[in-house]
């Protein structure tokens, strides 16, 4: 037992009197109507009623708000009827199917995908914006463009004409006892057309004459005849020649070449020409003079060097000279 006991003739210590406690937790009580501690006993005689302690005043309000500061906020009741509103508790189904955020639904794919489809409409655009704008037809008349318009109508008729041909020469070769005359017909006429294209027969038909004139001390080159021939062939020409101021013409075929040569010659096929030259063509006359004289075409190319181009129409053009079959070393016929 310690002093502060002492026996009691039982053998039990008796509780020695309640001592005022030390420290922060053993401050006075600020309140001014606080009972005095030493008044109050935790222990009351079973004999004696506790005295009726009044209930303590409420602090003021500034003090009320610092403890409740100092206390932090009171945890949150839950009511055992509805565990689910425990802020604390955790569904598992909840978070299993809590929906993904949209910044981590991209993957790989769709970034690819969406790339591609990017890549897909800048491609367009430019195909649309490179197609929809031309220099050439910007600047060209309206006289112009009629005519140019008109000319692949009739090119477009012209070869009309032919598949009906065709499909009438299928028919009789089909017709049973005429398919062999038909037959035989039809191979002289594609020989004879051939015999046109490769330069070995002379031919006549509607076309055109056209001269070229060079210009004061500048000479016809060799890249402007050339432009001239792709022009004719490009408007359905069928059959041409050139020739110049001495000389006889020459063919001229898919395999023809010029040159420029010394003195403002030219050479065709290794011959040499002296101007001015003189280009005779069979084909639809209209199609061919406006394809030669579109803005910025050969026409224009010539008069630009100084020179000039004159295109005279012709009723029947004849094409007479012939150019010797070419000799086959490599190639051999599949049949």
Request: charged share 25%.
């Amino acid at each position: 037992m310690s002093d502060e006991q002492r026996d009691t003739g039982t053998g039990w210590p008796q509780p020695a009197e309640p001592r005022r406690p030390s420290g922060p937790a053993g401050e006075p009580d600020p309140r001014p109507d606080a009972p005095d501690p030493d008044e109050l006993s935790p222990l009351v005689p079973p004999t004696e009623e506790p005295a009726r302690q009044e209930p303590p005043a409420s602090p003021p309000a500034e003090e009320a708000e610092t403890q409740r500061i100092e206390a932090g906020p009171a945890p949150a009741e839950v009511d055992p009827e509805r565990p689910e509103a425990d802020p604390e508790r955790v569904d598992p189904e909840r978070v299993a199917v809590a929906p993904v955020p949209a910044a981590r639904r991209w993957t790989s794919a769709g970034v690819m995908i969406a790339v591609l489809l990017a890549l897909l409409g800048f491609t367009l655009v430019v195909q649309f914006k490179t197609t929809s704008t031309d220099p050439t037809l910007a600047a060209t008349r309206q006289e112009d463009l009629v005519r140019i318009f008109s000319d692949l109508d009739s090119r477009e008729k012209r070869l009309q004409q032919d598949i009906e041909a065709l499909e009438e020469s299928q028919r009789q070769l089909r017709s049973g006892e005429q398919g062999r005359q038909a037959a035989l017909d039809e191979a002289r006429r594609r020989a004879d057309e051939l015999g046109i294209l490769a330069g070995t027969l002379p031919a006549r038909g509607p076309g055109l004459s056209v001269e070229f004139r060079p210009g004061a001390g500048k000479p016809i080159r060799a890249d402007r005849i050339l432009d001239a021939v792709q022009e004719l062939r490009g408007a359905g020409a069928e059959a041409m020649q050139i020739s110049g101021s001495g000389g006889s013409p020459v063919r001229i075929i898919a395999s023809t070449y010029f040159l420029d040569g010394s003195g403002g010659s030219l050479v065709v096929d290794g011959r040499s020409l002296s101007g001015p030259f003189t280009i005779t063509v069979i084909g639809d006359p209209k199609t061919m003079e406006t394809a030669l004289k579109i803005p910025g075409g050969v026409a224009a190319s010539v008069a630009g060097d100084g020179g000039t181009v004159n295109v005279d129409e012709r009723g029947v053009a004849e094409v007479s000279a012939l150019h010797a079959p070419m000799k086959l070393e490599h190639a051999r016929p599949v049949s």
